[in-house]
Each structure stands twice: as C-alpha cells, then as structure tokens.
C-alpha cells in the first residue's frame, strides 16, 4: 500500500505514526468536549492522553519483544532499527490499563466512569491505528483468492510476502473497533452502570480478535498448543472470560456515579 505518504527532501511522514496521530488527536477532541462531564481541565487531559501515549509505545514493543525473545537478544538491531513498527495490541492493552488506574486514583477521578470516556476515546485511537497497520502492511493476512486479497508491491512495505493478494485483516479490524466506538456512542445515554462502555469494547473487540486472528499471515507472532491458538487469540479468551465476568456482576450492582 502506501507506508510513506510524503517524502520531500529526505524528510518523510509515514502513514501508521500520521493514523496514530489522528486517532490520537480524535481521542483529545472527544474528551475535550465532553470535558464538563468528565475531566474539566484540559491540561490534565493532555497529561492523561501523554501517559497513554507512553504506556501503549512501551507495552506493544514489550510484548512484541517476548513474541521472539531468542532471535531479538540474538539480533538487537532488528528490533531496534523500525522503532516506530512492530506493536502487539494486547501489549499495549495490558500496560496501559493499569496506568489509567493509577492516574485516575492519583487524581481522585472516579474510575469506571471515567473508563465509559477513555474507551471511546482510546478505541478511536485504535480504529486509525489499524488503518496505519494497512497502509504500512504490518498485521497482514494470509496469502488468498486475488477476489478477496490486497497486494502489497511498495519498497517499504512490512508486508511479506510481497505482489500476492493477502487477506486485508487490518481493515476488518479497523471496521471492526471504529463500529463499536459508535456503539459505544449510541449507547453512552443508556448505559445501566460505570464501567459498561469499556467492558462492551473489550468484549467485542476480544471476539472479533479472536476470528480475524484465523486470517492472519505474519507467523512471526507466535503460536501455541503446537500452533493451535496464538498469543493474542489467547489473551482474547481469557479477556472474555474476565469482561463477562465483570458484565454480569457490573448489570447486577447499576452502580452508576454522578461526576462532581
């Protein structure tokens, strides 16, 4: 696809940072403007979208480190010479979540309200960052029907292999997570308690992950159980299992709290 949008003078701007960028900047906006109702300062939004920026980085590249720990000690420079490529969601996920707790303790907000915000806001972040995993063609698919394929031909593309069609699993999951950011919108007014937002994207997103994964064709990730489920596919599971959990005794309690 188009993993360098622009290239002027040997100075480029490449297309999943400038997605990160937008989601992120997406994300801001929404929090900014329901801002009264959540975080009515707008510099301690900046500060909380800046611990999520760092949390997400430093997960997704741990997590994308323990997928091959043996060849990245083996070869540091490989992992280190595309810094701005190579990230495992649930990485990011994992790392950031109890950050988010944390912040939000430190700053006396309540925090399954505030999660109900974060969510959309993170999952916007989310949704456009697939996007960039298309245009850059990491997270791709698996080699298919030239029907239902994309080929991948650029120089600096992550895709492998190159010029076959490949399932576009990026995108699916771009549709995917940017329909529940407008489930989760539609459904702000009508939630039953604090948390319930977030709990619906993570269980969502979880189900879907675990489908697209089968399409998936960077190996590299790893796989477990003699290659029966891989990793993500197992996180998923077991975030199934904890969100439905937590849905159920969340619909039982209809805690709901009113923001100060």
């Known amino acids: 696809m188009y993993p360098e949008l622009i290239n002027i003078g040997g100075f480029s701007i490449?297309?999943?940072?400038?997605?990160?960028?937008?989601?992120?900047?997406?994300?801001?906006?929404?929090?900014?403007?329901?801002?009264?109702?959540?975080?009515?300062?707008?510099?301690?939004?900046?500060?909380?979208?800046?611990?999520?920026?760092?949390?997400?980085?430093?997960?997704g590249k741990v997590?994308?480190?323990?997928?091959?720990?043996?060849?990245?000690?083996?070869?540091?420079?490989?992992?280190?010479?595309?810094?701005?490529?190579?990230?495992?969601?649930?990485?990011?996920?994992?790392?950031?979540?109890?950050?988010?707790?944390?912040?939000?303790?430190?700053?006396?907000?309540?925090l399954l309200y505030s999660f109900?915000?974060?969510?959309?806001?993170?999952?916007?972040?989310?949704?456009?960052?697939?996007?960039?995993?298309?245009?850059?063609?990491?997270?791709?698919?698996?080699?298919?029907?030239?029907?239902?394929?994309?080929?991948?031909?650029?120089?600096?593309?992550?895709?492998n292999p190159t010029g076959v069609p490949l399932y576009p699993v990026q995108l699916w999951d771009a549709l995917m997570i940017l329909s529940i950011v407008l489930i989760m919108i539609f459904y702000r007014s009508?939630?039953?308690?604090?948390?319930?937002?977030?709990?619906?994207?993570?269980?969502l997103y979880a189900i879907g992950r675990f489908v697209t994964e089968n399409y998936r064709g960077d190996d590299a990730r790893g796989f477990l159980f003699n290659g029966a489920i891989t990793h993500s596919q197992l996180i998923a599971l077991l975030l199934i299992i904890a969100a439905g959990i937590l849905y159920v005794l969340g619909w039982k309690s209809k805690r709901k709290v009113v923001f100060p």
Not at 116 to 132: E, M, N, Q, S, Y
Request: aromatic share 22%; proline share 5%; with cysteine.
């Open 116 to 159: 109900d915000f974060i969510g959309i806001a993170g999952a916007l972040v989310h949704g456009f960052g697939k996007i960039g995993c298309f245009l850059a063609g990491c997270c791709h698919g698996k080699v298919c029907s030239p029907k239902w394929g994309v080929v991948f031909n650029h120089p600096k593309t992550v895709a």
């Open 14 to 59: 490449y297309s999943y940072g400038f997605c990160i960028m937008f989601g992120v900047f997406l994300g801001f906006l929404y929090l900014y403007r329901h801002r009264a109702k959540f975080i009515p300062n707008s510099d301690k939004i900046s500060g909380l979208m800046l611990l999520c920026f760092v949390s997400v980085f430093v997960g």
């Open 190 to 203: 009508r939630k039953k308690f604090d948390g319930e937002l977030f709990l619906i994207y993570t269980l």
């Open 63 to 110: 997590f994308y480190f323990l997928e091959r720990p043996g060849y990245y000690i083996e070869n540091p420079s490989s992992f280190f010479e595309n810094i701005g490529q190579g990230f495992v969601f649930y990485g990011s996920f994992l790392f950031t979540i109890p950050a988010l707790i944390w912040w939000l303790r430190k700053n006396k907000y309540p």
